[in-house]
């Protein structure tokens, strides 16, 4: 169990510090984590779950249950979030809808991949595979949709039209279409010969490194904020999320490795693409980014817990 925890959150923790420490000691700014995160986003993760998912049976990838349980957590807090800003805190849409991204967008590209692909070797990458794509196709789409500035729509932009469009451009995302590609090669059983494999892996094994240490120097700098909507947010992104998956995995009938992997994948801090958004729309920014820094800090513990208590 102690070993599962230090080859689990040990690498983590200690390139994180890296990240950080290179903009303490101004061998790095703050700025350049943009660079490493083009680097990680549009090449080194995608190529991953490429390799993820062409390695992965196709009797894991058509698993219902599998998916299910991840929409459940990650769009059950989105809602749960959604509503608690806008009913409870009387917050105003555009506000409650960053909130609720804060609270249920896990940093599955720069946390969880790493952790994920530790414990549970290649096919760890399903999670994070699956995960984004309920994330692009879904929540980031609604999330575009519902903080649209009306004043600034053109005249025949319909809620429906934008919707349609932020899925177009996530589609033609490399974060989604490459895994997609994978996937149906996956299940189309197609050999890939090993000479394009390897090269495959020889980018796609820099995206935990180099996410982790992007990391890092985006949270240099950051914050320390605590107030209601902040503690509000930890309880339900390193708390409640987890526990929905947990009750998505009972639910939809997942055991073991596949239980496991939804779980952690729940536990993940939120991802440092919510603070992009509030800046974007330039509302909740403070909450936003104080909650990811303490959320990772958090989450480094609550992973350490989960893995405990599932490899004991």
């Given at each position: 169990?102690?070993?599962?925890?230090?080859?689990?959150?040990?690498?983590?923790?200690?390139?994180?510090?890296?990240?950080?420490?290179?903009?303490?000691?101004?061998?790095?700014?703050?700025?350049?984590?943009?660079?490493?995160?083009?680097?990680?986003?549009?090449?080194?993760?995608?190529?991953?779950?490429?390799?993820?998912?062409?390695?992965?049976?196709?009797?894991?990838?058509?698993?219902?249950?599998?998916?299910?349980?991840?929409?459940?957590?990650?769009?059950?807090?989105?809602?749960?979030?959604?509503?608690?800003?806008?009913?409870?805190?009387?917050?105003?849409?555009?506000?409650?809808?960053?909130?609720?991204?804060?609270?249920?967008?896990?940093?599955?590209?720069?946390?969880?991949?790493?952790?994920?692909?530790a414990l549970f070797g290649p096919e760890g990458f399903?999670?994070?595979?699956?995960?984004?794509?309920?994330?692009?196709?879904?929540?980031?789409?609604?999330?575009?949709?519902?903080?649209?500035?009306?004043?600034?729509?053109?005249?025949?932009?319909?809620?429906?039209?934008?919707?349609?469009?932020?899925?177009?451009?996530?589609?033609?995302?490399?974060?989604?279409?490459?895994?997609?590609?994978?996937?149906?090669?996956?299940?189309?059983?197609?050999?890939?010969?090993?000479?394009?494999?390897?090269?495959?892996?020889?980018?796609?094994?820099?995206?935990?490194?180099?996410?982790?240490?992007?990391?890092?120097?985006?949270?240099?700098?950051?914050?320390?904020?605590?107030?209601?909507?902040?503690?509000?947010?930890?309880?339900?992104?390193?708390?409640?999320?987890?526990?929905?998956?947990?009750?998505?995995?009972?639910?939809?009938?997942?055991?073991?490795?596949?239980?496991?992997?939804?779980?952690?994948?729940?536990?993940?801090?939120?991802?440092?693409?919510?603070?992009?958004?509030?800046?974007?729309?330039?509302?909740?920014?403070?909450?936003?980014?104080?909650?990811?820094?303490?959320?990772?800090?958090?989450?480094?513990?609550?992973?350490?817990?989960?893995?405990?208590?599932?490899?004991?």
């Open positions: 169990m102690f070993a599962a925890i230090l080859n689990g959150l040990l690498p983590v923790a200690f390139v994180i510090f890296l990240g950080w420490m290179s903009a303490r000691i101004k061998w790095l700014k703050h700025e350049d984590a943009k660079v490493l995160a083009t680097l990680v986003i549009k090449f080194a993760l995608p190529f991953a779950l490429f390799s993820g998912a062409v390695r992965t049976s196709p009797d894991k990838l058509q698993h219902a249950g599998f998916a299910l349980t991840l929409a459940l957590g990650l769009m059950g807090t989105y809602f749960i979030a959604l509503c608690i800003g806008r009913f409870v805190f009387r917050h105003d849409l555009r506000t409650s809808t960053i909130q609720a991204l804060v609270c249920a967008f896990p940093d599955m590209a720069y946390f969880g991949a790493p952790i994920l692909s399903l999670a994070v595979l699956v995960g984004n794509l309920i994330t692009s196709i879904v929540m980031l789409p609604l999330t575009i949709v519902l903080t649209e500035n009306t004043e600034h729509r053109k005249p025949n932009d319909t809620a429906f039209l934008l919707f349609l469009r932020s899925i177009g451009g996530a589609i033609s995302n490399p974060m989604v279409w490459l895994p997609v590609l994978g996937i149906v090669i996956s299940m189309a059983r197609v050999p890939i010969p090993g000479p394009a494999l390897r090269s495959v892996d020889l980018i796609g094994t820099a995206a935990g490194g180099t996410s982790l240490f992007a990391l890092g120097l985006m949270l240099y700098g950051e914050p320390f904020l605590i107030n209601r909507d902040v503690l509000t947010n930890l309880l339900l992104k390193n708390f409640g999320q987890p526990l929905l998956m947990f009750l998505g995995a009972a639910m939809f009938g997942l055991s073991g490795s596949m239980a496991h992997q939804t779980i952690v994948t729940g536990a993940v801090p939120t991802a440092t693409a919510a603070a992009m958004f509030a800046l974007r729309t330039q509302t909740y920014t403070a909450n936003a980014t104080a909650t990811i820094l303490i959320s990772t800090l958090l989450g480094i513990v609550t992973e350490a817990l989960l893995i405990a208590a599932m490899f004991h």
